[in-house]
């Protein structure tokens, strides 16, 4: 359930920075304990990959900004219950935030997510969201920290990679700025810069690209999975160079269906080889499992919406 931020509105005339509990006055100092501790918390969520069960979907953006905020602000992970403006840009008012907030992502379950296009249909999509939710500016501030890491994940579903680092925040604003429209007045977006910038940082997931002789090294791992049967000589394996490099790129394939696919293809090829039982149905158990995991985490991602 969405929680809105209920802080008194004596308190929200305020600079948001003084609405802490660390009771910081200084608006300087209260940034730079913001940018520690958000940037402390986000790389905290990305290696344990927090995200991986959790549906692309409102709840998701606010338990991002709670783990960014949560240390800081008594209002981490609500909706922002009071009207907000930076500069030149008037963002969805409060009467019309829920409306907005439930088409995006309605939208966006509508598109699949953005799973299963081109590169160049996946980078107009992929902007057209990061605009509509730099428009809808869900949270009275951290919105572009929390947004970023959201479409993170949303990028990695679908079997792409972006890399912010290559453009500094104020780049990348300044291009969803252009593309939010002239000011308070929404004309439409006008998002060809932040198509640029996002051509220039979205790739495909390496694992798919990886060479023939790499994946021959897969299938070689795979194989030796279903074939090998003296523990010791196992053991001897998974201490080998090569077995430790394959496991790496199986580990890359199996984050994308694609991957998974492609995973699925070799234990069926070495299947139809075997010549005993054991083997076969130790293909058939992989394949099994492997069909389960993406038919639940597709499920998480349609429910709770």
């Known amino acids: 359930m969405l929680e809105y931020d209920k802080t008194p509105d004596s308190e929200k005339s305020k600079v948001a920075y003084l609405d802490n509990f660390l009771g910081i006055k200084d608006v300087d100092k209260a940034m730079e304990v913001d940018f520690k501790i ?43 219950d009071v009207n907000l403006s930076k500069g030149y840009n008037t963002y969805y008012y409060i009467e019309n935030l829920p409306n907005g907030i439930k088409e995006v992502f309605s939208n966006l379950k509508k598109d699949n997510y953005l799973k299963n296009l081109t590169l160049e249909e996946f980078i107009e999509l992929f902007s057209y969201y990061d605009t509509e939710l730099f428009i809808v500016h869900p949270f009275r501030e951290g919105n572009g920290r929390s947004r970023r890491i959201f479409m993170k994940e949303l990028a990695k579903r679908a079997g792409y990679t972006i890399d912010y680092n290559k453009f500094s925040p104020t780049d990348l604003r300044r291009a969803e700025e252009e593309a939010f429209g002239d000011g308070a007045i929404y004309n439409g977006p006008n998002m060809l810069n932040l198509k640029i910038m996002f051509s220039k940082i979205i790739k495909p997931i390496d694992s798919l690209k990886i060479s023939v002789p790499k994946m021959q090294t897969v299938e070689q791992i795979i194989n030796r999975h279903l074939w090998i049967y003296d523990r010791e000589e196992y053991n001897k394996w998974m201490n080998d160079k090569t077995y430790l490099q394959g496991e790496k790129m199986i580990k890359e394939l199996l984050k994308t269906e694609k991957g998974v696919e492609t995973i699925c293809k070799m234990l069926e090829r070495s299947k139809g080889g075997a010549k005993t039982t054991t083997v076969r149905s130790r293909a058939d158990r992989y394949i099994k499992a492997l069909s389960k995991i993406y038919k639940k985490n597709n499920q998480n991602e349609q429910c709770k919406e």
């Open 38 to 80: 958000s940037l402390l918390r986000a790389t905290e969520l990305l290696e344990k990959n927090e995200l991986a069960s959790k549906p692309l979907n409102m709840e998701t953006l606010c338990f991002i900004h709670k783990k960014l905020f949560g240390d800081l602000y008594p209002w981490a992970g609500k909706i922002r």
